[in-house]
């Protein structure tokens, strides 16, 4: 599976942007798309994720300002992203989860390229 986001750039804090991924290769294998972020000296950590079914996952600090969505059709998952705040900077990272029996041991473990979000105060 390889994984491809784009939609990254520098915007104003309040702002908005929407970043896309898609998906190709041996896309029947996946369950989860999502996103993560990155900043130097900081683990990576969740921004949101959803399930072939639907199901979203949000990491706390991004509640309510940001959505996820997928178009299966399309292998495609988007992330809009709205009222911006500077501490969003981060390098996002689009992140796959191949399909297991048990939903409790899905692990998004298939990375792509990181696309760059700037947001100045």
């Known amino acids: 599976v390889q994984l491809q986001a784009s939609g990254g750039g520098l915007v104003q804090a309040g702002g908005s942007l929407k970043l896309s991924c898609v998906a190709s290769?041996?896309?029947?294998?996946?369950?989860?798309l999502g996103w993560y972020r990155q900043t130097p000296g900081k683990q990576r950590e969740l921004v949101a994720t959803?399930?072939?079914?639907?199901?979203?996952n949000y990491g706390d600090s991004v509640k309510g300002r940001f959505t996820i969505s997928r178009d299966n059709a399309k292998n495609t998952v988007y992330l809009q992203m709205n009222s911006l705040k500077p501490e969003d900077t981060a390098v996002y990272y689009c992140?796959?989860?191949?399909?297991?029996?048990?939903?409790?041991?899905?692990?998004?473990?298939?990375w792509g390229q990181g696309t760059q979000v700037t947001v100045s105060s």
């Open positions: 959803i399930t072939s079914g639907g199901s979203t």
């Open positions: 992140a796959a989860a191949p399909r297991v029996l048990n939903p409790k041991y899905r692990r998004y473990s298939v």
């Open positions: 290769g041996s896309i029947d294998v996946i369950d989860g």
